[in-house]
């Protein structure tokens, strides 16, 4: 995962010293990699597997805040506790850090400072974007979003595969889109009926990729 994560940005010596700052960990398919609002300290690298990010709101209730892939970094805010908790959707591996150590060696590598830097402004357009999706799109532009934004954040992985996984459930994604899961359900079923996409048994498959993406940048 070294060319797709803020990693890349070290030589080998460097990343050598970084793998040395590390223990790889493993969890079960809803497994917690850690809960809402407890210390944070520690950093995790996903190598494998997928997870769901998650807030518990006052009433009990969940918001699916998003997902992580191979390559994503979780633990990277300043905060003193989680803002958030981690499930694995899948078997999931990590490289897991101890925070301070972390943030030691990164002041010790700038480049690896940038490149952690573009990635929180990447994530922060993403949450930016997510706010729009919410308010301004109608339940199909919003799952035709997300499949084409998590299409892009695979490709990097599956060399552009017109395949894209959902190891998380429609209730997850109708949590994180502000939908019902019927409604989810009914605009998955329309775009396959439209033969915009087939539902494959890990995911979809997206066969009019110009018409999904174009829908999307509207």
């Known amino acids: 995962m070294r060319p797709y994560s803020a990693c ?73 506790r989680t803002v958030y908790g981690a499930e694995a959707l899948t078997s999931v591996t990590v490289c897991r850090f101890d925070r301070e150590q972390f943030s030691s060696f990164v002041d010790e590598h700038p480049q690896l400072l940038r490149r952690l830097y573009d990635l929180a402004n990447h994530e922060l357009s993403l949450a930016q974007e997510q706010m729009v999706l919410i308010g301004r799109r109608t339940a199909e532009e919003r799952v035709i979003c997300f499949l084409v934004g998590l299409r892009k954040r695979w490709s990097h992985i599956n060399n552009n595969s017109v395949t ?55």
């Open 164 to 218: 894209v996984p959902l190891p998380m459930t429609r209730q997850d994604i109708a949590d994180f889109l502000g939908l019902t899961i019927e409604t989810v359900s009914r605009a998955i079923s329309k775009l396959a009926r439209e033969r915009a996409l087939l539902v494959v048994p890990d995911g979809v498959r997206l066969l009019d990729v110009a018409r999904l993406e174009a829908v999307a940048a509207g």
């Open 8 to 80: 890349g940005a070290l030589e080998h010596d460097e990343l050598a010293k970084l793998e040395a700052l590390s223990r790889s960990n493993c969890y079960a398919q809803r497994q917690q990699l850690f809960a809402q609002d407890e210390d944070a300290h520690s950093v995790y690298n996903i190598t494998s597997g997928s997870v769901r990010l998650y807030r518990l709101l006052p009433d009990g209730r969940r918001q699916v805040v998003g997902f992580a892939i191979p390559g994503d970094f979780l633990g990277l805010s300043l905060a003193e």
